[in-house]
Each structure stands twice: as structure tokens, then as C-alpha cells.
């Protein structure tokens, strides 16, 4: 089912930032921080449907958001399976507007890209959050943390606009379906929920008045999350596409 809320996607406010190096490619003269606040500067017009998260179990260099933790396996992705991501986006019915050219940048981006792959994933998400509380709330307000074992069971790619995926309904109903596996594993099933209809209008707060940018920007947020999939779940993966 689904509910009025913020949108989601792999790595929350990460995902601006991660956009807008596939964008702009490495060789853009700002820092990952100062490319970060300058994105975050355009999103951040409506900070409190931005967050990132962690969970209360990870350590050392992770953060606990599998999308941050595993930025450069993402990339890697992106630049190596370029066609495959192109195809699955098609066999999904989305993507339909990426253009040629805007497919060929991302891919060459993700390819050059050194700055943003080599920050842990714990540092990328303390670094969004940083700049998300200088809008308004102290640092860790905009951080969600997950706790316990957690377990995603179905991809969600929802496309209604201005819904996104009622969280608490579908893990009750999860918690039935899976329910010995549950206790057995001591972790909670969840999907995870790509709201796919944000992409665009997201693009058009990042880059207002430059339509190449933007539709870049749409084709770049799609490419990652769908790399997220492959670099995070199975090949058994159930994915649904709420249209």
C-alpha cells in the first residue's frame, strides 16, 4: 500500500549529491564537500523531506546505509553495466525520456569518478546531515536510524505521485509472511521503496531552467538506484512496479 509522505530512494539526501557527480563528472573543480553544499543548497529549499540513515549495529567505516557503504561497488556498476542498467530500465517501463547522450555522460562519469568513491560510507553520511542542519535542526536530526536486523524482501519501484510506500503496513504484513524465518533470524523484513516519480521534479529543483541537466539528473538518480538493486540485493529479488 501506499501513503502520503516525503519520497525515498537508495541513500536519501546522498542521492543529490551522487545525481550531480554523474552530472557534472569528476573533473568539476569543487571538493565533494562544497559540491555537497551547493547541492544540498538547491534541495535543502524543502529540508525536512530530505533525510539520510543509519543503523545501530554498524561500525568502523559503514554507516549502516548499504547505498553509501557500497558507493564505489555502485559506481563500478554504472560504468561497467551501462547497457544492462539501460535494458533493465526499459524492461521496467521506465526511462523512457533518457536520452542517448545523457546515458553515455552518466556512464563515462561513473567511470572517471575518484572523489566521491573514495569517502566511507559513514563520512558521506555525516556529511549530508551536517549540511541538512544548517538549515534548521541540530546534526542528527535529518539521520534515521534503523534498529535491529533488517531484511529486504521485494523491490518496491513506485511511480503515483506524491505517495510513498506505507512502511508499517507492509512490515506487518511481512512479519505474517515471513514469519518463522523472522524469528529464526531475529530481523524484520521490509521492502525497499524507490519512489521513482520524484526523480524528476528533484532534477528541476537541482538545476532550475537547464532542461539537459535535469533530464541528466532523472537518468542519473534512476541508474543508481537500479545499480543499488544489483550491487545490494539477489537474483531471486522480487521487483514490483506500482504504476
Same mark, same amino acid.
Given at each position: 500500500s501506499t501513503a502520503e509522505a516525503v519520497p525515498n530512494g537508495a541513500g536519501g539526501g546522498l542521492l543529490y549529491l551522487v545525481a &550531480?557527480?554523474?552530472?557534472? *563528472? &569528476? *573533473? &568539476?573543480?569543487d571538493s565533494i564537500d562544497e559540491a555537497n553544499t551547493r547541492v544540498l543548497g538547491q534541495i535543502g529549499q524543502i529540508p525536512a523531506t530530505v533525510h539520510v540513515h543509519r543503523d545501530d549495529h554498524a561500525h568502523g567505516e559503514d554507516a549502516g546505509c548499504a547505498a553509501a557503504d557500497k558507493v564505489g561497488a555502485i559506481f563500478t556498476i554504472i560504468a561497467q553495466y551501462g547497457e544492462q542498467l539501460r535494458s533493465l530500465a526499459t524492461e521496467l517501463g521506465l526511462g523512457s525520456d533518457s536520452s542517448d547522450e545523457a546515458h553515455q555522460q552518466i556512464i563515462r562519469h561513473a567511470t572517471d569518478e575518484s572523489k566521491l568513491v573514495m569517502a566511507s560510507g559513514n563520512d558521506l553520511v555525516a556529511m549530508v546531515d551536517a549540511q541538512l542542519a544548517k538549515s534548521a535542526e541540530p546534526t542528527g536530526a535529518h539521520t534515521d536510524i534503523l534498529r535491529g536486523n533488517h531484511h529486504e524482501a521485494a523491490v518496491v519501484m513506485n511511480q503515483r505521485a506524491g505517495t510513498t510506500l506505507d512502511r508499517q503496513s507492509l512490515a506487518q504484513e511481512f512479519d505474517q509472511q515471513y514469519q518463522a524465518l523472522a524469528q529464526e533470524f531475529n530481523q524484520r523484513y521490509q521492502a525497499f521503496n524507490i519512489d521513482t516519480w520524484a526523480f524528476a521534479p528533484s532534477a528541476g529543483t537541482l538545476y532550475p531552467g537547464d532542461p539537459t541537466a535535469q533530464q541528466q539528473a532523472t537518468t542519473a538518480m534512476l541508474y543508481y538506484n537500479l545499480?543499488?538493486?544489483?550491487?545490494?540485493? *539477489?537474483?531471486?529479488?522480487?521487483?514490483?512496479?506500482?504504476?
Open positions: &550531480d557527480r554523474l552530472v557534472r *563528472g &569528476d *573533473g &568539476d573543480s545499480a543499488a538493486i544489483m550491487a545490494l540485493c *539477489g537474483p531471486r529479488m522480487t521487483v514490483t512496479v506500482l504504476e
